[in-house]
């Protein structure tokens, strides 16, 4: 029976442009987590910020999450699924663990603000076994045994991840703060007096074209140059 003045069929009305309570569910949950976190910083996740954005008490967003560590383990496993989307390995161990390196940068470029937060977190979710699956099944392809694999994709994993959350932290800064850090390869540091810096005075000329490509791409070099000269001698 609808009340005096209600039209026939009007139900209890939800606030516009936010979904009503009962639609809520993880993907929408972390969805408007990932909203937020990209629009206003790492700090403003909340739980009753998320829950406000969502048009639900905060109580509502723990019916699907347990708390907001979860919420973080979850926006960690969006950037590995983005970084797997469409991946296949490659013939070749180097070759696969390359292509996933520079994948897992470029989904941690997308969303800086994301990867500043996330980036050491452990999601123990299923794209993330994916990519482990992926990476110890390469250095095994390579010939390491169990224990080595083991090792070697920590390694890895840890170093591709901190070089993409530095260069993430990098773009999250406000323009004149990048800037002035820019600035600094061409100012600051070629004019340390060479007296006091023989070594840094001679190679500063050169510290400004060693841009973020060319730093990405020199560490995984390096750190591929290692494994496998490692894998010769096994």
């Known amino acids: 029976m609808t009340q005096p003045g209600t039209p ?132 095994r392809q390579a010939g390491f045994d169990d224990r080595d694999a083991a090792r070697y994709y920590r390694s890895l994993v840890q170093t591709a991840l901190a070089v993409s959350s530095y260069e993430a932290a990098f773009a999250a800064l406000d323009s004149r703060a990048r800037e002035g850090d820019r600035l600094a390869w061409r100012r600051e540091y070629l004019a340390v007096p060479p007296a006091t810096y023989p070594h840094l005075a001679a190679a500063a000329p050169y510290l400004a074209e060693a841009d973020e490509d060319d730093q990405f791409e020199t560490t995984l070099s390096l750190l591929l140059d290692a494994v496998e000269l490692r894998a010769s001698r096994t």
Request: proline share 5%; net charge positive.
């Open 8 to 139: 026939e069929g009007t139900g209890p009305r939800t606030r516009r442009g936010r979904p009503p309570t009962t639609s809520l569910n993880q993907q929408v949950v972390l969805d408007a987590a990932l909203a937020l976190v990209e629009r206003e910083g790492p700090d403003a996740l909340t739980l009753r910020r998320l829950g406000a954005d969502l048009g639900a008490n905060h109580t509502a967003v723990l019916r699907h999450f347990s708390g907001k560590d979860e919420i973080l383990r979850g926006l960690a496993e969006r950037l590995i699924e983005e970084a797997l989307e469409g991946f296949a390995p490659a013939a070749g161990w180097r070759a696969t663990l390359e292509s996933l390196a520079r994948r897992v940068r470029v989904a941690c470029r997308a969303h800086p603000q994301v990867a500043v937060l996330v980036a050491s977190r452990v999601s123990r979710r299923t794209a993330e076994f994916r990519g482990a699956d992926v990476v110890i099944g390469a250095l």
